[in-house]
């Protein structure tokens, strides 16, 4: 079992930047890849990025790449979204998953492949 607790959501102004974090709980932090997904109201979940058990692969959403930034710290067992250039398309709840992974490079894309998920912290991003 890992329990994942999201932080750092909030309000900001387009052109602004936010930082999420993600504390982990629980199993061994490193044997999972770790995602952030998001949430628009009456929209699908939607994959943001996406970072391997080792950190040294990530993979991003089109629309976020060159704006936003994962990265991990296995020592700590967190992950962190840091976010740039924030738009209002952008607005919506973001969440952290967990996926068990056999491999340190790959990096997990479908949510169906994530086994935990965090609360969700709410982004709103305003003109």
């Known amino acids: 079992q890992v329990q994942l607790v999201e932080s750092g959501g909030g309000l900001v102004q387009a052109g602004g930047s936010l930082r999420l974090s993600c504390a982990a709980s629980?199993?061994?932090?490193?044997?999972?890849?770790m995602g952030w997904f998001r949430q628009a109201p009456g929209k699908e979940r939607e994959f943001v990025a996406g970072i391997s058990r080792s950190g040294g692969s990530t993979y991003y959403g089109d629309s976020m790449k060159g704006r936003f930034t994962i990265s991990r710290d296995n020592t700590k067992n967190t992950v962190s979204l840091q976010m740039n250039s924030l738009k209002r398309e952008d607005t919506a709840v973001y969440y952290c998953a967990a996926a068990p992974s056999r491999f340190p490079w790959v990096v997990t894309t479908e949510d169906d492949g994530y086994d935990y998920w965090g609360q969700g912290t709410q982004v709103t991003v305003s003109s």
């Open positions: 629980g199993r061994t932090f490193s044997t999972y890849a």
